[in-house]
């Protein structure tokens, strides 16, 4: 700053040091530069009333004085160049609310006669720091602050010293559930004028105070909110001081998330030894289950509590509706909301008897195996071991069957009749044996025999020169008889029967 004092050539620059804060050290300054001139003395004035005064003092003398009045906060240096300028400090070791105000420089020189230089004002606007945390501790109220249910609509107030030069404005954010990222939510706010700080020793500074409304969802359980002043930078969820809640809770009623099947899957057959049906459900106060039966849509039957129903041995009847009810209470009443399943439980198809063969082998006989189980596996171990239960039976039956068949078998064979030994051909009897000479002669009288054969053709001449007549025997099982021979001149006249023993059937 620039003072020209009118009739003279002398000048003031006076000016101050940096921006004038609230609890830090502050500067005001004037220089008159130039040849000095005898005596001088210093006014600093404070909205035309005097603020403090340097008493007369030499041109070229360094001096300190100190207010008595205000004491060591206040002080006033004077610094000689010789020759060149002379410089005035007023300096505050603390600026104090008080500080504020239009502050201007009167200067007396004496010479032959008195100077009166005057410099224009200079305002100190001390700039206060927002105060969220420290000296202002008010918490975030809200209203209803209880029994918090999903759609209320709540009001959340923030109050609190925002500072000034400039005045700072609030934002609000909240947080959900864990979550470290803010949701800007200031658009939903609304803030009034500043007013005054309240705050002791804080006169210079202003407050605001600023309402946000939201509506619950069930997303925003254990949600924290937070108010923030933003006082000369982008709002962001720190400021220059924020407030904030607790984790607030939020009840709403049971939402179903899953319906699970174990072991999964779109029918199963009767005899499988279990199955289970999980439900998950979310909600605050946390849910409770119940399982309900229907069949071929009768009345529903409860079966029982809880998030899992096992159904063991399933069989025909274990189709139909299994429905998982998940419910809660919430200001006297109770919230519910279910889900269905549908199984599905088909006969079980008995396989076909398999037969096992053996094939001779020379390096020994190796023992049949019995073809691998094609029953679905349920998916769990105690199911996984009842297969196995079940293959070693089924297995152990097929042995047995076989053992049997075998041991039948051989009592058969041991039970078998033995064979008649067919005894010896008993020697022919003189009388019965015709000579040789007789049988040529009785063949040349008869030259044939009705037996269904042509007589010539089956008599045989042999080389010794006797006749031969083949014997054609009856065909019946067992039977050895000969059929009887006819003479077909005499027709019926019986030439010989011969009976012998039968063997025995098989």
């Excluded at 009842?386 to 097929?398: E, L, P, Q, S």
């Amino acid at each position: 700053m620039l003072i020209t004092n009118e009739g003279s050539c002398q000048t003031l620059q006076c000016g101050q040091s940096d921006v004038p804060t609230l609890g830090q050290p502050f500067e005001l300054y004037c220089t008159l530069p130039g040849q000095a001139e005898y005596y001088y003395t210093v006014i600093l004035k404070k909205t035309s009333v005097n603020f403090m005064q340097i008493p007369t003092f030499a041109v070229n003398v360094n001096a300190t004085f100190y207010d008595t009045v205000v004491g060591p906060r206040l002080s006033a240096v004077v610094s000689v160049t010789p020759g060149v300028s002379r410089t005035v400090t007023v300096k505050f070791s603390l600026l104090e609310c008080i500080d504020n105000g239009v502050y201007n420089w009167e200067i007396k020189i004496f010479t032959t006669e008195e100077k009166i230089l005057s410099s224009q004002p200079q305002t100190i606007d001390i700039k206060v720091a927002p105060q969220f945390g420290s000296e202002d501790r008010n918490n975030i109220t809200f209203s209803p602050a209880t029994n918090l249910v999903e759609g209320d609509t709540v009001t959340f107030t923030c109050q609190g010293d925002v500072g000034n030069t400039p005045v700072g404005n609030l934002s609000w954010f909240y947080y959900l559930n864990g979550s470290t990222t803010a949701e800007d939510v200031s658009n939903k706010a609304t803030a009034g004028a500043p007013q005054n700080s309240t705050v002791a020793g804080r006169t210079c500074s202003k407050t605001r105070l600023s309402t946000l409304t939201l509506t619950l969802t069930k997303d925003m359980h254990w949600f924290v909110v937070r108010c923030t002043v933003n006082q000369d930078q982008p709002f962001n969820a720190v400021g220059q001081g924020y407030k904030m809640t607790q984790q607030i809770a939020v009840m709403y009623k049971p939402t179903i998330s899953s319906l699970r099947k174990v072991p999964d899957a779109s029918q199963y057959t009767d005899g499988d030894p279990s199955l289970t049906l999980s439900c998950t459900a979310t909600s605050n106060p946390a849910p409770e289950y119940y399982w309900t039966y229907e069949s071929n849509n009768t009345n529903r039957t409860q079966l029982g509590v809880g998030n899992q129903l096992v159904l063991r041995n399933l069989t025909l009847n274990s189709k139909g509706v299994y429905t998982c009810v998940a419910y809660n209470l919430i200001k006297g009443v109770n919230q519910t909301t279910n889900a269905s399943t549908e199984i599905l439980v088909v006969e079980r198809t008995t396989p076909a008897p398999t037969t096992t063969t053996t094939t001779p082998s020379t390096a020994g006989t190796r023992p049949a195996t019995e073809a691998p189980s094609t029953k679905p596996s349920t998916g769990g171990e105690s199911d996984t071991n009842t297969g196995a239960i079940i293959g070693g039976v089924v297995g152990g039956c097929a042995a047995l069957i076989i053992i049997i068949i075998i041991i039948v078998c051989c009592i058969r064979k041991n039970k078998k009749p033995k064979e008649i030994e067919e005894p010896s051909e008993k020697p022919r009897k003189p009388d019965l044996v015709s000579s040789e000479n007789n049988l040529r002669n009785n063949m040349a009288l008869n030259s044939s025999f009705n037996n269904s054969f042509d007589s010539t053709d089956h008599i045989k001449q042999r080389d010794d020169g006797l006749t031969y007549i083949d014997l054609q025997f009856d065909n019946k099982p067992g039977s050895r008889r000969p059929i009887q021979l006819y003479d077909n001149n005499s027709g019926g006249t019986q030439y010989a029967d011969i009976n012998l023993g039968s063997l025995p059937r098989v």
